[in-house]
């Protein structure tokens, strides 16, 4: 018994001793934290990865998380959030005009994010479903900006978010919901034709 | 007897060795250009909630505990923090793009909404972080005036 009193004493004087010196340094890292942040969000292109880029790509990722979304299936939709962030990694910004460049990283900086919370929320659809509804805003300005190279449609249903209404791009004309799935697969209507 | 002495000392070693591995501490005292507060109007009573229910992990200011002191503990929250502002900073919220700040403020509101925030580990702990219908409401209605 005396033995564990001792050792315990002995613990907290040395807990004291490196606590107090390892407490210094503090101010300065959180700036480079907060750096941290912004620039790993930039895509890392490598050579092999620049050849095979365009919009169309993350585009049809994100057709097919909608349509994934329609189902009710949460895996696909993740996986098509994992496909979307990889699309994001080989897009090849070199050959857009400045106009260009700023819609895109604008778009990219948030969509990506988005891609990966989805990408991570498998077995949480209703989470899912809310970070599509904010990628889908950001995919309509991209398709706006770049065309999709095939004939879209932009959707709405008026019942998700309490009413409030929300937004989504398909491939088809005929109305499958993304936001309520099988349960009401036909709510919402066509607002605008994509090309 | 000898036996299990020889083991807690030797656990006892190895839990005052762990202390001087004690991660970088959140508490940078100095308000950036990017906080939130310099770029949109806080309320102060939106701004009480944010500071006791939201900053200790989205924010560059963390108010530790005593036990953060005291490791593993302290790394634990370390890393709580760490993927707390990845996701959210509001002393850099200056430095989202635009469309990201409305997606985080969207957010923001489904998170307080549904309740998955702030999270129930650390409401446990934090029994002031807990909101109240009146605070969720004062935080929904205050994102939901800045995005429009």
């Known amino acids: ?39 790993s969000e930039k895509p890392v292109a490598t050579a ?42 080989k897009f090849d910004k070199s050959s857009l005009t400045a106009d260009q460049k700023k819609v895109y990283e604008d778009v990219e900086s948030d969509a990506r994010e988005h891609a990966e919370h989805i990408g991570k929320n498998a077995g949480n659809i209703k989470h899912q479903r809310e970070h599509f509804d904010m990628l889908s805003k950001d995919m309509y300005e991209l398709v706006k900006t770049f065309g999709a190279g095939q004939q879209l449609y932009y959707d709405h249903c008026p019942m998700y978010n309490n009413g409030k209404g929300a937004d989504w791009i398909s491939e088809t004309k005929e109305i499958s919901n993304p936001y309520f799935g099988k349960k009401m697969s036909g709510c919402g209507t066509v607002k605008e034709e994509l090309k | 007897m000898r036996r299990t002495n020889k083991w807690l000392l ?8 762990i202390q001087c591995i004690q991660p970088a501490r959140n508490k940078s005292g100095q308000v950036l250009q990017t906080d939130i507060t310099n ?9 009480r909630v944010l500071k006791s229910a939201c900053y200790d992990c989205h924010s560059n200011n963390t108010r530790y505990p005593w036990y953060s002191y005291i490791q593993p503990a302290g790394w634990w929250l370390a890393h709580h923090i760490n993927e707390g502002k990845e996701e959210l900073n509001f002393s850099d919220f200056g430095s989202y793009s635009l469309r990201r700040r409305i997606s985080k403020l969207r957010s923001i509101e489904n998170s307080i909404h549904d309740g998955s925030m702030p999270l129930s580990s650390y409401t446990l702990l934090h029994r002031d972080a807990r909101l109240t219908e009146e605070e969720k409401r004062l935080i929904i209605a205050w994102v939901g005036g800045l995005r429009d």
């Open chain 1, 1 to 39: 018994m005396k033995h564990i009193i001792l050792i315990a004493t002995a613990n907290i004087v040395f807990f004291a001793a490196c606590n107090g010196s390892n407490n210094q340094p503090k101010t300065g890292n959180d700036t480079v934290q907060s750096a941290q942040v912004t620039t």
């Open chain 1, 48 to 89: 092999d990865q620049q050849s095979t880029s365009s919009v169309k790509e993350i585009v049809n990722s994100y057709l097919k998380m909608k349509n994934a979304l329609a189902g009710d299936d949460d895996k696909g939709t993740a996986a098509a959030g994992d496909a979307m962030v990889a699309a994001f990694d």
């Open chain 2, 39 to 47: 770029m949109y109007e806080v309320p102060a009573d939106v701004q």
């Open chain 2, 10 to 17: 030797m656990l006892l070693i190895a839990f005052a060795v």
